[in-house]
């Protein structure tokens, strides 16, 4: 059975950084994608970026060319997304979600999401 | 990138009605086409992927057809814990899309 578990809400200052995490419980860590997603309060669900571990390779969405950096950690089955340069824009509960062992995949599993609030 | 337009954006129907909600994509995304269900306060849940598989547990009331530019997900009987939100979303192209979800209210 696969778990995801993300960090804790987040209360960041416009202009700083903020690094969210999502430990996999279950299954094959490397070789599945792991993405993650934001929404902003009542609005839609936003593809950000993904990572298959055991490739070591990333994508993301442009609008996020330059802010966002997604890792892994496979000696602990954990996922990063680190966002810079925060603006109240970015206000939303972001999830990662795990995929099949594809670039091409739906996600089957996700974490229970974390809020972030950028506020002054 | 590719625009996934989804319809109704409300859909009001009752318990026991069939209920189909649309999404079109603006260029083909083969069969690469899921489809999510989210409730309030919840983090979303796969219900269909590759345009027609259900996933892992989803109750055979739910169903997915399309492939292309159309896909259609049909609730046959409407069960009370079905009001919520579904979106589409296609992973056959970069970047990975979301369509603007259907609400599915009493």
């Known amino acids: 059975q696969v778990h995801l578990v993300q960090s804790g809400a987040e209360v960041k200052k416009p202009g700083s950084s903020v690094k969210v995490s999502c430990k996999v419980f279950g299954g094959t860590f490397s070789s599945n994608d792991i993405t993650w997603v934001r929404q902003a309060p009542g609005q839609g669900l936003e593809w950000m970026g993904g990572i298959i571990p055991a490739y070591r390779s990333t994508s993301h969405a442009q609008k996020f060319q330059g802010r966002i950096t997604i890792t892994a950690d496979g000696s602990t089955s954990t996922a990063y997304m680190e966002l810079r340069s925060l603006r109240s824009d970015d206000t939303a509960v972001y999830y990662c979600?795990?995929?099949?062992?594809?670039?091409?995949?739906?996600?089957?599993?996700w974490g229970q999401g974390t809020l972030v609030i950028v506020s002054s | 990138e590719v625009v996934m337009t989804q319809s109704p954006a409300t859909l009001s129907v009752s318990p026991g009605e069939r209920a189909t909600l649309s999404c079109r994509a603006s260029?083909?995304?083969?069969?690469?086409l899921a489809w999510y269900q989210q409730k309030p306060g919840q983090a979303p849940s796969l219900l269909i992927y590759d345009a027609s598989t259900r996933a892992t547990g989803i109750p055979a009331r739910f169903s997915g057809s399309g492939s292309g530019t159309e896909f259609t997900l049909t609730i046959s009987s409407l069960q009370s814990e079905d009001f919520a939100i579904y979106y589409c979303q296609q992973y056959n192209n970069w970047p990975r899309t979301f369509g603007q979800g259907t609400k599915v209210e009493v």
């Open positions: 260029q083909s995304v083969s069969s690469r």
């Open positions: 979600a795990r995929g099949g062992a594809t670039v091409t995949t739906a996600w089957f599993h």
